[in-house]
Protein backbone atom coordinates (compact mmCIF):
# COMPACT_ATOMS: atom_id res chain seq x y z
CA UNK A 1 0.00 0.00 0.00
CA UNK A 2 2.77 2.60 0.70
CA UNK A 3 4.14 1.53 -2.43
CA UNK A 4 1.96 2.15 -4.42
CA UNK A 5 1.01 5.14 -2.86
CA UNK A 6 4.09 6.56 -2.94
CA UNK A 7 4.24 5.88 -6.59
CA UNK A 8 1.50 7.27 -6.94
CA UNK A 9 2.19 10.59 -5.58
CA UNK A 10 5.51 10.36 -7.39
CA UNK A 11 3.46 10.54 -10.75
CA UNK A 12 1.20 13.23 -9.01
CA UNK A 13 4.75 15.44 -8.56
CA UNK A 14 5.89 14.78 -12.16
CA UNK A 15 3.11 15.26 -14.21
CA UNK A 16 2.47 18.83 -12.30
CA UNK A 17 5.66 20.17 -12.69
CA UNK A 18 5.88 19.24 -16.65
CA UNK A 19 5.15 22.34 -18.95
CA UNK A 20 1.65 22.66 -20.32
CA UNK A 21 2.20 21.71 -24.06
CA UNK A 22 -1.11 23.88 -26.25
CA UNK A 23 -2.02 24.13 -29.51
CA UNK A 24 0.44 26.52 -32.02
CA UNK A 25 -1.40 29.46 -32.41
CA UNK A 26 -1.43 29.69 -36.40
CA UNK A 27 -3.34 33.66 -36.76
CA UNK A 28 -0.22 35.11 -36.99
CA UNK A 29 0.36 32.91 -40.18
CA UNK A 30 -2.51 32.90 -41.17
CA UNK A 31 -2.65 36.67 -40.89
CA UNK A 32 0.96 36.86 -42.75
CA UNK A 33 -0.18 35.02 -45.66
CA UNK A 34 -2.65 36.59 -46.31
CA UNK A 35 -0.47 40.05 -46.43
CA UNK A 36 1.95 38.26 -48.98
CA UNK A 37 -0.82 36.78 -50.75
CA UNK A 38 -2.19 40.50 -51.09
CA UNK A 39 1.09 42.27 -51.92
CA UNK A 40 1.51 38.77 -54.46
CA UNK A 41 -1.71 40.49 -55.84
CA UNK A 42 -0.36 43.85 -56.10
CA UNK A 43 2.52 43.18 -57.64
CA UNK A 44 0.93 40.82 -60.25
CA UNK A 45 -1.96 43.44 -60.93
CA UNK A 46 0.44 46.38 -61.59
CA UNK A 47 3.09 44.56 -63.65
CA UNK A 48 0.29 43.33 -66.20
CA UNK A 49 -0.44 47.26 -66.19
CA UNK A 50 2.68 47.66 -67.11
CA UNK A 51 3.13 44.98 -69.67
CA UNK A 52 -0.20 46.37 -71.38
CA UNK A 53 0.58 50.46 -71.46
CA UNK A 54 3.82 49.13 -72.92
CA UNK A 55 2.31 46.95 -75.81
CA UNK A 56 -0.48 50.36 -76.24
CA UNK A 57 2.21 52.35 -76.21
CA UNK A 58 4.05 50.52 -79.69
CA UNK A 59 0.44 49.96 -81.04
CA UNK A 60 -0.47 53.82 -81.16
CA UNK A 61 3.04 54.79 -81.90
CA UNK A 62 2.51 52.39 -85.26
CA UNK A 63 -0.68 53.83 -86.01
CA UNK A 64 -0.57 57.16 -85.11
CA UNK A 65 3.55 58.60 -85.83
CA UNK A 66 3.55 59.75 -82.43
CA UNK A 67 6.76 58.92 -80.47
CA UNK A 68 5.05 57.35 -77.71
CA UNK A 69 6.30 54.84 -75.17
CA UNK A 70 5.17 53.73 -71.81
CA UNK A 71 7.02 56.05 -69.96
CA UNK A 72 5.36 59.39 -71.68
CA UNK A 73 1.92 57.50 -72.05
CA UNK A 74 -0.06 59.68 -69.98
CA UNK A 75 1.19 62.65 -70.90
CA UNK A 76 0.69 62.45 -75.06
CA UNK A 77 -2.73 61.50 -73.98
CA UNK A 78 -3.56 64.10 -71.77
CA UNK A 79 -4.77 66.76 -73.73
CA UNK A 80 -6.66 64.35 -76.11
CA UNK A 81 -5.59 65.06 -79.21
CA UNK A 82 -3.82 61.48 -79.95
CA UNK A 83 -6.86 59.69 -78.56
CA UNK A 84 -8.56 61.91 -81.23
CA UNK A 85 -5.87 61.04 -83.66
CA UNK A 86 -5.73 57.38 -83.00
CA UNK A 87 -9.97 56.56 -83.45
CA UNK A 88 -9.21 58.22 -86.53
CA UNK A 89 -6.03 56.52 -87.67
CA UNK A 90 -8.14 53.34 -87.06
CA UNK A 91 -10.80 53.95 -89.67
CA UNK A 92 -13.35 55.82 -87.43
CA UNK A 93 -14.73 59.11 -89.12
CA UNK A 94 -13.12 62.30 -89.11
CA UNK A 95 -13.13 64.30 -86.07
CA UNK A 96 -13.29 68.71 -87.13
CA UNK A 97 -12.74 70.94 -84.03
CA UNK A 98 -9.58 68.99 -82.77
CA UNK A 99 -7.22 71.52 -80.63
CA UNK A 100 -3.80 71.43 -81.28
CA UNK A 101 -1.36 72.51 -78.32
CA UNK A 102 1.58 73.52 -80.88
CA UNK A 103 -0.88 75.73 -82.95
CA UNK A 104 -0.20 78.58 -80.64
CA UNK A 105 2.63 81.30 -80.87
CA UNK A 106 3.06 81.36 -77.57
CA UNK A 107 3.20 78.95 -74.42
CA UNK A 108 -0.54 77.97 -72.89
CA UNK A 109 -1.37 79.33 -69.44
CA UNK A 110 -2.24 75.95 -67.84
CA UNK A 111 -5.98 77.02 -67.66
CA UNK A 112 -5.88 77.34 -71.33
CA UNK A 113 -4.02 73.53 -71.37
CA UNK A 114 -7.18 72.34 -68.88
CA UNK A 115 -9.41 73.76 -71.19
CA UNK A 116 -8.06 72.24 -74.32
CA UNK A 117 -8.32 68.82 -72.66
CA UNK A 118 -11.53 68.88 -72.00
CA UNK A 119 -12.67 70.34 -75.33
CA UNK A 120 -10.66 67.38 -76.93
CA UNK A 121 -11.69 64.97 -74.79
CA UNK A 122 -15.58 65.84 -75.27
CA UNK A 123 -14.67 65.26 -78.82
CA UNK A 124 -12.97 62.26 -78.28
CA UNK A 125 -15.98 60.51 -76.86
CA UNK A 126 -18.77 61.39 -79.11
CA UNK A 127 -16.81 60.05 -81.58
CA UNK A 128 -15.46 57.05 -79.52
CA UNK A 129 -19.20 55.93 -78.72
CA UNK A 130 -20.46 55.98 -82.88
CA UNK A 131 -17.22 54.66 -83.58
CA UNK A 132 -18.32 51.31 -81.02
CA UNK A 133 -16.20 51.54 -77.73
CA UNK A 134 -17.99 51.22 -74.92
CA UNK A 135 -19.12 54.13 -72.69
CA UNK A 136 -17.86 52.71 -69.66
CA UNK A 137 -14.50 51.99 -71.24
CA UNK A 138 -14.52 55.74 -71.89
CA UNK A 139 -12.03 57.51 -69.93
CA UNK A 140 -13.47 60.53 -67.60
CA UNK A 141 -12.18 63.88 -67.35
CA UNK A 142 -11.06 63.81 -63.79
CA UNK A 143 -9.20 60.51 -64.35
CA UNK A 144 -7.09 62.06 -67.35
CA UNK A 145 -6.40 65.10 -65.41
CA UNK A 146 -5.22 62.83 -62.73
CA UNK A 147 -3.07 60.67 -64.49
CA UNK A 148 -4.78 57.39 -64.09
CA UNK A 149 -2.90 54.75 -65.87
CA UNK A 150 -5.19 52.20 -64.97
CA UNK A 151 -8.03 54.36 -66.71
CA UNK A 152 -6.32 55.13 -69.88
CA UNK A 153 -5.19 51.41 -70.20
CA UNK A 154 -8.96 50.34 -70.13
CA UNK A 155 -10.06 53.14 -72.52
CA UNK A 156 -7.60 52.62 -75.13
CA UNK A 157 -8.33 48.78 -74.80
CA UNK A 158 -11.81 49.23 -75.39
CA UNK A 159 -10.66 51.12 -78.78
CA UNK A 160 -8.26 48.20 -79.52
CA UNK A 161 -11.37 45.50 -79.29
CA UNK A 162 -13.41 47.45 -81.47
CA UNK A 163 -10.47 48.72 -84.53
CA UNK A 164 -9.77 44.83 -84.78
CA UNK A 165 -13.50 44.53 -86.68
CA UNK A 166 -12.22 47.56 -88.76
CA UNK A 167 -9.39 45.45 -89.77
CA UNK A 168 -7.02 47.46 -87.75
CA UNK A 169 -3.71 44.96 -86.96
CA UNK A 170 -2.65 44.73 -83.17
CA UNK A 171 0.63 43.05 -81.61
CA UNK A 172 0.15 39.49 -80.71
CA UNK A 173 0.20 40.41 -77.25
CA UNK A 174 -2.39 42.79 -77.17
CA UNK A 175 -3.96 41.18 -79.33
CA UNK A 176 -4.35 38.35 -76.84
CA UNK A 177 -4.73 40.81 -74.19
CA UNK A 178 -8.38 41.91 -76.20
CA UNK A 179 -8.89 38.91 -76.62
CA UNK A 180 -9.37 38.14 -73.04
CA UNK A 181 -12.17 41.24 -73.20
CA UNK A 182 -14.73 39.58 -76.00
CA UNK A 183 -15.83 40.89 -78.86
CA UNK A 184 -17.58 43.75 -77.23
CA UNK A 185 -20.91 43.02 -78.61
CA UNK A 186 -22.77 46.28 -77.90
CA UNK A 187 -20.35 48.43 -79.95
CA UNK A 188 -21.47 46.31 -82.42
CA UNK A 189 -25.15 47.32 -82.83
CA UNK A 190 -26.87 48.40 -85.95
CA UNK A 191 -23.36 48.14 -87.41
CA UNK A 192 -22.88 46.30 -91.38
CA UNK A 193 -20.47 43.63 -90.97
CA UNK A 194 -19.28 40.69 -92.92
CA UNK A 195 -17.64 37.40 -91.80
CA UNK A 196 -15.03 35.82 -93.20
CA UNK A 197 -13.98 31.79 -93.21
CA UNK A 198 -10.38 30.65 -92.37
CA UNK A 199 -10.27 30.08 -96.57
CA UNK A 200 -10.90 33.30 -96.88
CA UNK A 201 -15.01 32.93 -98.32
CA UNK A 202 -17.35 35.36 -96.97
CA UNK A 203 -20.78 34.44 -95.37
CA UNK A 204 -23.79 35.55 -97.60
CA UNK A 205 -27.39 35.66 -98.44
CA UNK A 206 -28.32 34.33 -102.13
CA UNK A 207 -31.22 32.67 -103.26
CA UNK A 208 -32.93 32.42 -99.97
CA UNK A 209 -30.07 30.23 -98.48
CA UNK A 210 -27.03 30.82 -97.06
CA UNK A 211 -23.74 30.30 -98.49
CA UNK A 212 -20.15 30.67 -98.71
CA UNK A 213 -19.06 33.00 -101.57
CA UNK A 214 -15.41 33.77 -102.57
CA UNK A 215 -16.12 37.45 -103.38
CA UNK A 216 -17.53 40.30 -100.88
CA UNK A 217 -20.74 42.12 -102.18
CA UNK A 218 -23.63 43.01 -100.79
CA UNK A 219 -24.96 39.85 -100.20
CA UNK A 220 -22.58 39.17 -97.85
CA UNK A 221 -22.89 42.08 -95.94
CA UNK A 222 -25.62 42.18 -92.91
CA UNK A 223 -27.00 44.63 -90.32
CA UNK A 224 -25.79 43.17 -86.76
CA UNK A 225 -28.54 44.30 -84.38
CA UNK A 226 -27.93 42.97 -80.60
CA UNK A 227 -31.02 42.32 -78.68
CA UNK A 228 -31.76 43.29 -75.32
CA UNK A 229 -30.97 40.20 -74.06
CA UNK A 230 -27.44 40.42 -75.77
CA UNK A 231 -28.64 37.72 -78.28
CA UNK A 232 -27.55 38.69 -81.70
CA UNK A 233 -29.27 38.47 -85.06
CA UNK A 234 -28.27 39.79 -88.92
CA UNK A 235 -30.14 41.46 -91.31
CA UNK A 236 -29.92 41.23 -94.94
CA UNK A 237 -29.54 43.82 -97.35
CA UNK A 238 -33.45 43.42 -98.05
CA UNK A 239 -34.95 43.39 -94.78
CA UNK A 240 -34.28 40.03 -94.44
CA UNK A 241 -33.72 37.69 -91.34
CA UNK A 242 -30.55 35.23 -90.90
CA UNK A 243 -32.54 31.86 -89.04
CA UNK A 244 -32.74 28.53 -89.00
CA UNK A 245 -35.18 26.93 -91.02
CA UNK A 246 -37.71 24.40 -90.23
CA UNK A 247 -35.31 21.64 -91.89
CA UNK A 248 -32.51 22.93 -89.57
CA UNK A 249 -30.73 24.59 -92.04
CA UNK A 250 -29.75 28.21 -92.18
CA UNK A 251 -32.15 30.37 -94.16
CA UNK A 252 -34.00 33.73 -94.66
CA UNK A 253 -37.25 34.99 -93.55
CA UNK A 254 -39.17 38.23 -93.65
CA UNK A 255 -40.40 37.70 -89.80
CA UNK A 256 -38.19 38.20 -86.58
CA UNK A 257 -38.70 34.78 -84.25
CA UNK A 258 -36.22 33.30 -81.62
CA UNK A 259 -35.37 30.86 -84.62
CA UNK A 260 -33.21 34.11 -85.57
CA UNK A 261 -31.19 34.70 -82.65
CA UNK A 262 -27.89 33.79 -82.38
CA UNK A 263 -24.89 34.40 -79.63
CA UNK A 264 -21.30 35.11 -80.88
CA UNK A 265 -17.81 34.02 -79.22
CA UNK A 266 -15.06 31.82 -78.73
CA UNK A 267 -16.22 28.01 -78.88
CA UNK A 268 -12.69 26.92 -77.13
CA UNK A 269 -9.84 28.03 -75.24
CA UNK A 270 -7.69 25.93 -77.76
CA UNK A 271 -9.12 27.80 -80.71
CA UNK A 272 -8.75 30.85 -78.88
CA UNK A 273 -5.60 30.15 -79.05
CA UNK A 274 -4.76 29.10 -82.52
CA UNK A 275 -6.57 31.48 -84.32
CA UNK A 276 -6.54 34.92 -82.48
CA UNK A 277 -9.20 37.45 -83.04
CA UNK A 278 -11.70 34.68 -84.54
CA UNK A 279 -14.94 34.43 -83.39
CA UNK A 280 -17.72 31.84 -83.75
CA UNK A 281 -21.48 31.80 -83.91
CA UNK A 282 -24.28 29.47 -82.58
CA UNK A 283 -28.14 29.35 -82.22
CA UNK A 284 -29.61 30.65 -79.17
CA UNK A 285 -31.97 28.29 -79.30
CA UNK A 286 -30.21 24.67 -79.16
CA UNK A 287 -26.43 25.83 -79.37
CA UNK A 288 -25.42 24.78 -82.69
CA UNK A 289 -22.74 26.81 -84.57
CA UNK A 290 -22.23 27.98 -87.66
CA UNK A 291 -19.34 25.83 -90.04
CA UNK A 292 -18.56 26.73 -93.69
CA UNK A 293 -17.27 24.19 -95.79
CA UNK A 294 -13.90 23.08 -97.68
CA UNK A 295 -15.52 23.57 -100.86
CA UNK A 296 -16.41 27.31 -102.35
CA UNK A 297 -19.93 28.31 -102.87
CA UNK A 298 -21.38 25.56 -100.68
CA UNK A 299 -24.12 25.81 -97.71
CA UNK A 300 -23.25 27.07 -94.49
CA UNK A 301 -23.83 24.20 -92.06
CA UNK A 302 -25.31 23.92 -88.31
CA UNK A 303 -23.11 21.22 -86.34
CA UNK A 304 -23.21 20.49 -82.42
CA UNK A 305 -20.32 21.64 -80.00
CA UNK A 306 -18.70 18.27 -80.29
CA UNK A 307 -18.12 19.22 -83.78
CA UNK A 308 -16.93 22.39 -83.78
CA UNK A 309 -13.48 23.00 -85.33
CA UNK A 310 -11.64 25.24 -87.37
CA UNK A 311 -14.27 25.68 -89.88
CA UNK A 312 -16.91 27.20 -87.41
CA UNK A 313 -14.11 30.33 -86.72
CA UNK A 314 -14.81 33.69 -88.96
CA UNK A 315 -13.09 37.29 -88.93
CA UNK A 316 -15.62 39.58 -88.03
CA UNK A 317 -15.11 43.03 -90.03
CA UNK A 318 -17.07 46.02 -89.88
CA UNK A 319 -17.88 47.06 -93.45
CA UNK A 320 -17.22 50.53 -94.46
CA UNK A 321 -16.84 52.75 -97.74
CA UNK A 322 -14.42 54.82 -96.04
CA UNK A 323 -10.44 54.49 -97.44
CA UNK A 324 -7.78 53.90 -94.99
CA UNK A 325 -5.80 56.69 -93.61
CA UNK A 326 -2.23 56.08 -93.91
CA UNK A 327 -1.09 59.37 -93.39
CA UNK A 328 0.48 59.47 -89.78
CA UNK A 329 -0.68 62.43 -87.45
CA UNK A 330 1.73 64.66 -85.75
Not at 117 to 129: E, I, P, Q
Not at 198 to 227: C, H, P, W
Request: glycine letters at 8%; aromatic letters at 6%; one cysteine or more.
Amino acid sequence: MTDSKAMTDVKATTDSTLPVSRPRSRSSQKLKSKQNLSMSREDFMAGQLKFVAKELSVWISNVTGRKITDKNLMEELRSGEALCDLLMACDAPPIKGIKRKNNAKSPRSPKALKWIARTNLDLFTKAAVDYGVDPLDIIRPVDLEQGNMKAMCNCLMGIARIATHYGCELPAALEAEVGKRGIGINGLDGKKITLQSLLGDYLGANDGSIRMASTKGKDEMFTLIVNKNETICFKTNEGLYVCRGPDGNLSLSAEFSQDCEFIMGIPTRNLAMQFPGRIAVRTFKDNLYFSSQDSKGMDVFLVKSSEVNQECLFKLRIATDRPKNKKPFG
